[in-house]
């Protein structure tokens, strides 16, 4: 999209300075619950109840064209409504969770220890008790609403792959601007393995960087996700342990432009992808 097809059409502060009322917001979670999206003025009214006629269209009135439209069937909600309430509902701004450890049965990739998964301060941690190699992920609190605490290390896998998926389709998991991918080096990673290449996408507009191990980001290319069928694993199912490129499954094959290879194991084959600095695939071998 050009300059010209999207500008700066409300100041940041004014725009959020409009629901700082509560029946402002309330006015956007009645019109969310509404028999198809939409609502009358005397049915938006009545669902906020708000007496005085005057008021509610003066509450209305500020969210009019930026959060809500009126239409010729009635009120709905703006896709900047929609984003409104779906954050309220994520709990980014209005909840909070932890929960007590938990032992996982999958093992370290790097020395088949024992995984422990943290949840505090809305970041998950996976952590080696052995090694002490880990993971960090920030979650916003409203994603592990409803599961049972069991659940919550599945349930934390399946939000990585989807904020990943919208990584490698080139779009901003923060504000959907769009992002490149860069394969790096790193003389220290997370995971705890020096030297391991990891999948850099980095926001244009916000600065926001994700930062994806190479080979799990993998696991949303073709290739990968064929030999895996091939062999009757499905890739959403299975650990993600079992995709890390630890340093015997990674070989950096030349630095000036880099080149990468990941090798992946299943049964009695294996599948050689081959990367370069800008997360091209360039081969992928099986033997």
């Known amino acids: 999209m ?3 097809g999207s500008v700066e059409a409300a100041d940041p502060a004014e725009a959020f300075a409009a629901l700082a009322d509560p029946k402002r917001v309330a006015i956007l979670e009645a019109l969310w619950q509404a028999d198809g999206d939409v609502a009358t003025f005397s049915e938006l009214r009545e669902a906020v109840d708000i007496r005085d006629s005057g008021q509610f269209n003066y509450h209305l009135g500020k969210l009019a064209d930026r959060f809500v439209r009126k239409t010729d069937d ?3 909600l703006t896709l900047a409504g929609h984003h409104v309430v779906g954050s309220l509902l994520v709990g980014a701004y209005t909840m909070r969770g932890s929960t007590d450890p938990i032992p996982l049965d999958e093992p370290c990739p790097f020395c088949d220890g024992t995984w422990t998964f943290h949840y505090e301060n809305e970041r998950v941690s996976i952590d080696c ?9 920030d979650i916003p609190p409203g994603v592990f609403a409803d599961h049972d605490r069991e659940e ?3 349930v934390a896998k399946r939000y990585v792959r989807l904020k990943l998926r919208t990584a490698s389709d080139g779009f901003c998991p923060l504000c959907e601007y769009h992002v490149e991918p860069e394969v790096v080096e790193e003389t220290e990673t997370d995971l705890g393995d020096p030297g391991t290449p990891l999948v850099s996408y980095e926001c244009g507009r916000c600065g926001e960087t994700v930062l994806a191990e190479l080979g799990t980001a993998l696991t949303e290319h073709p290739h990968v996700v064929s030999f895996f069928d091939d062999h009757g694993v499905d890739i959403g199912d299975a650990p993600l342990s079992q995709f890390v490129a630890t340093a015997e499954r990674t070989e950096v094959r030349q630095r000036d432009p880099l080149e990468v ?4 194991e299943c049964d009695d084959e294996t599948l050689t992808v081959v990367v370069d600095e800008g997360f091209e695939v360039l081969s992928a071998d099986r033997s």
């Not at 008790?129 to 992920?137: E, F, H, P, R």
Request: a negative charge; proline letters at 5%.
């Open 2 to 4: 050009t300059d010209e």
């Open 74 to 76: 009635g009120y709905r």
């Open 129 to 137: 008790d052995d090694c002490g190699a880990g993971i960090q992920l």
């Open 152 to 154: 919550l290390p599945g």
């Open 261 to 264: 290879a990941v090798t992946y």
